[in-house]
């Protein structure tokens, strides 16, 4: 089965790094676009961050820009999202999503969603 699955989430200090990683199983995320997404309480789902499938394009949004960094792992096929010098406004839930396409990452749509990590800032 085609499946995506998201770890790495959990409760965070602002100023604190975490790394979020996607595991497709199923498919091999080689031949696929690939996005990281998130969704804040009543906020519209944004696009944090993608990459094309020739991994030559890479794109972010201007929120996280300097910030986060997405990457791909052929080997453990795997998409992680680094996240360092977290805000609060960083707390979503954050999902990665993946496409077969030739597309560019930022101007196309995903076929294949992960249920999405928690990033929660504690009290």
């Known amino acids: 089965q085609l499946q995506l699955v998201e770890s790495g989430g959990g409760l965070v200090q602002p100023w604190e790094s975490l790394r979020l990683s996607c595991a497709a199983s199923?498919?091999?995320?080689?031949?696929?676009?690939i996005a990281w997404f998130r969704q804040a309480a009543v906020k519209e789902r944004e696009r944090v961050s993608c990459?094309?499938?020739?991994?030559?394009?890479?794109n972010y949004a201007d929120s996280v820009k300097g910030r986060f960094t997405i990457s791909t792992d052929s080997a453990k096929n795997t998409v992680d999202l680094q996240m360092n010098s977290l805000k609060p406004e960083d707390t979503a839930v954050y999902y990665c999503?993946?496409?077969?396409?030739?597309?560019?990452?930022?101007?196309?749509?995903?076929?294949?969603w992960g249920r999405g990590t928690q990033v929660t800032f504690s009290s």
């Open positions: 999503a993946a496409v077969s396409s030739y597309g560019l990452c930022t101007a196309i749509k995903y076929d294949f």
């Open positions: 199923g498919f091999i995320l080689d031949y696929y676009v």
């Open positions: 990459i094309n499938r020739s991994r030559t394009y890479i």
